[in-house]
């Protein structure tokens, strides 16, 4: 049916139809097609994807470490910086620990101070009354008594009665001051 | 013959592309086996060498081999087909494309010079090979009914328009895809020699036989006009290369195709 259509059959003298196959280039054709796809199949495309399966895993594996030093970079900043803020805190703390402490001593220091201060003034003051009250005493009885001595000896007269006694020795003492003064116009006048 | 006494020219035919046996008396090994043969060697031997030490940072020859592999397996393989299925595709596609491409260019380097897809039968095998894969797995994938429904229902068109629609579908997606393959690969390698051949043989002609300094002259304008199509020749060869591949995968892609 294919000679109705196409130019196959071809006179005696004249070359063949250049649409005729020769039948050992079918075959050649087919062995040789079979055996490049064979080769294909079995060698070079197994290899070349393989390397290009490696290919992606290299650069997949490289991002992968890239990310993951990224990660850890920012792990490690981050705890530099947490450990900072902490220390940052801490000072923060001691320092207010040591400000209140320095308060604390000073007032207490000051307290200390004046409590010792009161202390000895009181003690001082409790001192002076007792040996100015001490002195007074001692000095109106001997006074009192040298007075008398002095006053029996000039007078010479024997006050047996204390309450006359004293009120002789104001009387004196009155007199003396009275004729100290006068003595003093006297004097001023003379 | 000596200038100056005018000879018949014969122009160049079918005749131009019969081979002899190279040995005598073994019929079968003729110029285009040779070519075949060796293209099958220097393919192997690139690939082997480029792929043996395969490695994440390529050698110049692996670098090489790659690029070739990638362009067959991503631009025409991996585009055609899609990419849940191509791979499997892929060493076939590659071994027909630079089987192809490799005997085409072949007509081009000096001494070879001779198309082993002039001769048909490699065009034949070439394009069944194609038709038996691309109908394998669509009646693998779909089942016998369900691929030709595949091929020759397409969607949305109206059930009246069916009887008209199927024989029409049947023919060209079944019956033509390997003649038109193979035609249109084997008349491009065919014409093109003999394009060449009438150029060449008529510069020669003119030159050596005409026994006139002006058609002489003429004679050298031809040789350089054969010079010209010989580069066009060459562009030729490698986009026949390259039809016949992204029409297989083609083929392929559509059969195995979800329906649309």
């Given at each position: 049916m294919l000679t109705l259509v196409l130019p196959l059959t071809e006179a005696a003298d004249e070359a063949p139809s250049p649409l005729l196959p020769h039948t050992a280039e079918i075959i050649f054709g087919f062995v040789f097609l079979v055996l490049l796809a064979i080769a294909f199949a079995k060698v070079v495309v197994p290899k070349f994807e393989k390397a290009y399966a490696d290919r992606t895993?290299?650069?997949?594996?490289?991002?992968?470490?890239?990310?993951?030093?990224?990660?850890?970079?920012?792990?490690?900043l981050d705890k530099y910086n947490a450990q900072l803020a902490e220390a940052?805190?801490?000072?923060?703390?001691?320092?207010?620990?040591?400000?209140?402490?320095?308060?604390?001593?000073?007032?207490?220091?000051?307290e200390q101070a004046n409590a010792e201060a009161e202390r000895i003034v009181t003690h001082a003051r409790a001192q002076i009354d007792a040996e100015?009250?001490?002195?007074?005493?001692?000095?109106?009885?001997?006074?009192?008594?040298?007075?008398?001595?002095?006053?029996?000896?000039?007078?010479?007269?024997?006050?047996?009665?204390?309450?006359?006694?004293?009120?002789?020795?104001?009387?004196?003492?009155?007199?003396?001051?009275t004729s100290e003064s006068a003595r003093q116009a006297v004097g001023t006048d003379g | 013959m000596t200038a100056g006494v005018p000879t018949e020219f014969t122009p160049p035919g079918p005749q131009n592309f019969e081979t002899t046996p190279i040995i005598h008396g073994v019929d079968w090994f003729t110029k285009p086996v040779l070519v075949a043969a060796l293209s099958v060697v220097v393919i192997l031997w690139f690939f082997y060498g480029a792929s043996r030490k395969a490695a994440i940072v390529p050698s110049k020859l692996q670098f090489a081999?790659?690029?070739?592999?990638?362009f067959v397996r991503n631009s025409i393989a991996r585009d055609a087909i899609g990419s849940a299925d191509y791979m499997k595709f892929v060493p076939y596609l590659c071994g027909l494309f630079f089987f192809i491409l490799l005997n085409n260019v072949a007509a081009t380097i000096p001494l070879i010079q001779f198309p082993t897809f002039s001769h048909i039968g490699w065009a034949y095998v070439a394009a069944v090979m194609s038709w038996v894969i691309y109908n394998a797995v669509g009646i693998k994938k779909k089942g016998l009914w369900g691929y030709f429904k595949h091929q020759t229902m397409p969607a949305g068109v109206p059930v009246w328009l069916m009887p008209l629609m199927i024989p029409i579908?049947?023919?060209?997606?079944?019956?033509?895809?390997?003649?038109?393959?193979?035609?249109?690969?084997?008349?491009?390698?065919?014409?093109?020699?003999?394009?060449?051949?009438?150029?060449?043989?008529?510069?020669?002609?003119?030159?050596?036989?005409?026994?006139?300094?002006a058609i002489g002259g003429v004679g050298i304008?031809?040789?350089?006009?054969?010079?010209?199509?010989?580069?066009?020749?060459?562009?030729?060869?490698?986009?026949?290369?390259?039809?016949?591949?992204?029409?297989?995968?083609?083929?392929?892609?559509?059969?195995?195709?979800?329906?649309?």
């Open positions: 895993a290299a650069i997949e594996g490289g991002m992968n470490e890239a990310k993951q030093a990224q990660a850890e970079a920012k792990a490690a940052r805190q801490e000072a923060a703390k001691i320092r207010e620990d040591a400000r209140e402490q320095g308060a604390q001593i000073i007032a207490e220091m000051r100015r009250a001490q002195a007074v005493a001692s000095l109106r009885g001997e006074v009192g008594t040298m007075a008398t001595t002095l006053a029996g000896r000039i007078v010479g007269e024997s006050l047996e009665d204390e309450a006359r006694q004293r009120r002789t020795v104001e009387r004196f003492l009155a007199e003396l001051e | 081999g790659e690029l070739g592999y990638n579908e049947f023919i060209s997606n079944i019956l033509v895809r390997p003649i038109s393959l193979s035609l249109r690969l084997f008349a491009n390698m065919f014409a093109g020699h003999i394009l060449l051949l009438v150029f060449v043989l008529g510069g020669e002609y003119m030159i050596l036989h005409s026994g006139s300094i304008i031809t040789l350089l006009m054969a010079l010209a199509i010989a580069g066009l020749e060459l562009f030729v060869q490698c986009i026949q290369a390259y039809i016949f591949v992204v029409l297989t995968a083609q083929y392929i892609g559509s059969a195995i195709a979800d329906e649309h």
